[in-house]
């Protein structure tokens, strides 16, 4: 077990299996993988968790990164694990998860709040309260409550994936901020390049 006061942890949200890697709900996986890209990791099943875990530095801190392989509505149980092995307070972690609510290609940083309907962050705060941080990441909204199912698990258009990588790219050096300089840093950072 560690105790290393500087870790943090960064989970991303999504779906295991194939069918759901290129989903708009997958938007989370999506900023894990590139996150292990960055930190020239790959991600491994590692049982204890989960889910895919790796070790990474950025910004010059240790991160863990993971992706559980729970499905969404089950992800506080790969996050409990992860906070209890290696002892971390809930602002230590940020869970990486689409957001309806914002356009495709928006981004946000966000400490504690509500779930706002979204399972994965519902089944967190069960396990963990609401005090960890997001990183929101818009996929747009289609309209009509009856259609939020099919499109958050349908894959977006070719726009609206360039828009989303691009912005999780930005998210990225966003984090690196936020671990090397502060969370307010990083707000700043994130949020004007979104205008």
């Given at each position: 077990m560690s105790t290393d006061s500087d870790l943090h942890a960064i989970v991303g949200l999504g779906n295991p299996g194939d069918e759901y890697a290129r989903t708009r709900h997958n938007a989370g996986f999506w900023f894990a993988d590139l996150l292990a890209g960055r930190g020239r990791a790959s991600l491994r099943r590692e049982a204890?968790?989960?889910?895919?875990?790796?070790?990474?530095?950025?910004?010059?801190?240790d991160v863990l990164l993971l992706k559980p392989q729970t499905f969404m509505n089950r992800s506080g149980q790969a996050v409990q694990a992860l906070a209890q092995f290696y002892k971390l307070s809930p602002d230590r972690i940020l869970v990486a998860h689409d957001e309806l609510d914002l356009p495709a290609g928006t981004v946000r940083l966000k400490l504690g709040g509500g779930h706002g309907g979204h399972n994965g962050l519902r089944d967190i705060h069960r396990a963990l309260g609401e005090g960890y941080r997001r990183l929101r990441v818009g996929i747009g909204h289609p309209g009509d409550k009856n259609l939020v199912l099919n499109y958050v698990l349908g894959r977006p258009g070719r726009d609206d994936e360039a828009a989303i990588l691009a912005a999780l790219d930005r998210s990225a050096d966003a984090v690196e901020t936020w671990l090397s300089r502060g969370w307010d840093r990083a707000i700043t950072q994130l949020?004007?390049?979104?205008?």
């Open positions: 204890k968790f989960h889910g895919d875990f790796a070790r990474i530095k950025l910004g010059g801190v949020h004007t390049a979104n205008q």
